[in-house]
């Protein structure tokens, strides 16, 4: 945890963000130290990139943002706008063809509408346009992956043995799984709100049952512990007990070593319980 603090006093961002991902598992079994190194980094960070020259900002603060969704480093919402922000105008000061991706990510910023060019007005400007903004081969590393995490990753492993037979879909938007007109009379209002805005990490459909959804997983970690995730996972579990629906919550211990297998056994745990407690 001691690099974490002299990279920050050497503002090497590019290695803290690095040694984030790939030390993982180490700062997962240090969860409340690497909490009180986020908290300082985030300030630390936007501090820096406040000041700084765009060119040198603008990559870190996508970076920063990605490995916040994906779930390596905890960031406040109040923070997070804040970077979202400082991305986007460093994006846009560099005329980045990066600006698009990153404003897709962020949760808080928007681009503003004055300072910026309006879209071509005629088949001709439009042609001209591409061409110039036209990459020369694939841009893959605009593209996202399915999941946010390895964690996730395993745990679609896990579910793909225990229902080899059923469609498993991530990140499924709860406006897609509940009809609104049947659940918002018993939702508080908070809970409407974030109907809108919420998913659930794995949803498992039948196929031989007109597609219905079946069991509904989220995967938790530490980075559940937050103030900010705990009040998000009370109203996602607030929809869930509205319908009368078990909302499986998986969690393996920090010291887990044999991930999808400890997966398999959990899910399979979690469904015993279940239909105990609907006997």
């Not at 603008?58 to 916040?68: A, H, P, V």
Request: charge should be neutral.
């Amino acid at each position: 945890m001691e690099d974490f603090y002299n990279l920050m006093q050497q503002k090497k961002w590019k290695q803290i963000l690095a040694n984030a991902k790939s030390q993982q598992h180490y700062l997962k079994n240090n969860k409340a130290e690497w909490l009180n190194i986020c908290n300082i980094l985030q300030g630390e960070f936007i501090r820096y990139s406040e000041t700084e020259k765009p060119v040198l900002v603008s990559s870190l603060c996508f970076e920063y943002i990605k490995l916040n969704i994906a779930g390596y480093i905890e960031l406040s919402d109040e923070s997070a706008e804040k970077i979202e922000n400082i991305g986007i105008r460093a994006l846009i000061a560099q005329d980045s063809t990066e600006l698009a991706a990153f404003a897709k990510i962020c949760r808080f910023a928007k681009l503003p509408t004055e300072g910026l060019r309006e879209k071509p007005n005629n088949k001709d400007e439009l042609s001209m346009t591409r061409k110039k903004t036209q990459t020369a081969f694939p841009r893959t590393d605009w593209l996202t992956p399915l999941f946010k995490s390895t964690l996730e990753s395993h745990f679609y492993q896990a579910l793909k043995e225990v229902f080899p037979t059923f469609f498993i879909y991530p990140n499924v938007a709860i406006s897609n799984i509940f009809d609104k007109e049947s659940i918002f009379p018993y939702l508080t209002q908070g809970e409407k709100d974030f109907y809108f805005k919420g998913v659930v990490d794995f949803v498992v459909y039948d196929p031989s049952d007109e597609h219905i959804p079946k069991y509904f997983f989220e995967v938790d970690s530490f980075y559940h512990d937050s103030s900010e995730s705990f009040l998000r996972d009370n109203k996602k579990n607030g929809i869930f007990k509205a319908a009368s629906i078990t909302l499986h919550r998986i969690r393996l211990t920090d010291s887990s070593i044999t991930t999808k297998f400890d997966f398999i056994t959990a899910i399979k745990q979690n469904l015993i319980d279940m239909e105990k407690t609907v006997k």
